[in-house]
């Protein structure tokens, strides 16, 4: 009967129907810790991710959330080589090993030691013959002599007891024997041959970022997106050294995907995410592809209209809890993607058993999003678009079509697409730091309302109430006129 479809429908709930319950509760919110479970196989400090969207995660954005802890997926509307580039920007800046090292020959003259270091801008140089070091030259060694007797070989005054390294050796361990032998560079090198240097400030510099996430050689983690059906760019950003590879779909329900994914994950070593799904019948289906995590979200993006275009959706608290039912049983790390506007929505979804939350909007327009600050109204914005858009599916190469099956053979046509997406601008937010600081400042307070202690704790203790419209009035501030703009609840509007 038609009309049973409607009675037996089910209450679908997202971050506005309901609140948490405070608890008992001796956590404080400085002592607890956010390190969560993004894929099978790795870890990150803060449980935020960026969408691998083209105004949202490029190489910039993934080291500023690589540095503080989250993670960034590189979008996929650009060619393999350059998202490939992209990787390679983000892996080079997290690591402390300096690979392209500048080395000198010992028969060159000590004036040619000193061109190249103004050239380059550094203070030393290994000496090198045949790829072994056998010497290292610094500014200090040149300096006094270099008036009197330029025409010096490098050989007749570099140093030639070399402090080395192995690519082993840890950056604590590093900095000790840096410390110890009072040097400033240290080559690394792997069986006699130098492959790389360290230096004294990098080592200092990367202290910076103690909550970092890092891959087993201390780079910075990054991910990337993929198509469904795309394997030679799976295999490619796989690689390139992509930690972990995002399949990315709008409906990944589907029984081909399903069984591609299975192919995806044989031809490549990272880790596979797959979504987006937003019920539990999906999430158990897609545990025949064996895959590393689960994206869940049916249209609840700010730039998305797949619900009122096509009329489909689940509402965000409830895919994330459904999916997360089943997916605690496989142990399969869940992310909530798409519709959190407030630091408090980070909580609700980890709360209903996300590990981690993506997020668009929220990181959308900071200093670190692709694309320039325009000016409206005597206002800083950036753009922001769905990857369903017009604009997104016709930029590009398009990477919106296949994610949402609208593959359109040769040249594009904006009257041939039907898009699920919005473009439009959101507010300058300045750096993505300190948005992040915001969001996991919301939910540390929010695991100390809990009496959680860390993320398993809060997905375990958080209780709900279902609230009504009045009650989320009442949860806004309300009866004043606000003055001054809160870093954590936005007012600006166009
Ligand atoms: P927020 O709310 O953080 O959502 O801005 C970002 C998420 O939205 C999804 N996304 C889309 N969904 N049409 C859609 O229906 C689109 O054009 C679109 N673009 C992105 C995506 O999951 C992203 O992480």
Redesign the pocket.
Known sequence: MFSEKLKNAPNGYTFDDFLMVPSVSSVEPKDVVTKTRVSKNHYINIPIVS???DTVTEAEMAIALAQEGGLGIIHRNMTISEQIGEINKVKLSGDLTIRDVITISPEESIKEAQNIMDEEEISGLPVVMDGIVIGIISRRDIKPILNSDSQKKVRDIMTEEVVTIEESTTPEEALDVAYENKVERLPVVQKGKIVGIVTMRDILERKKFPNASRDKKGRFLVAAATGPFDLERAIALDEAGADIISIDC?HAHKPEIVEFAKTMKENIDADLLMG?IATKEAAEDLMAAEVDGF?V?I????????RIIAGVGVPQLTAISDVADVAKDYDVPVIG????RYSGDVAKAIAVGADAV?????L?GTHESPGDVVIMNGRKFKQYR????LG?MTGGVGA?TDRYFQDVKGPMKHAKLV???VEGVVPYKGPVNEVLFQLIGGLKASMGYCGANNIKEMQEKAKFVRITAGGMAESHPHDITITNESPNYPTTRL
């Open positions: 969408s691998p969207m709008a987006n994206k979200g249209g609840p993006g700010s730039i998305c209209t797949t993607d798409g519709g959190l993506m997020l668009g909007s929220l959308a769905g990857m369903g858009s997104a919106g898009p699920e997406g």
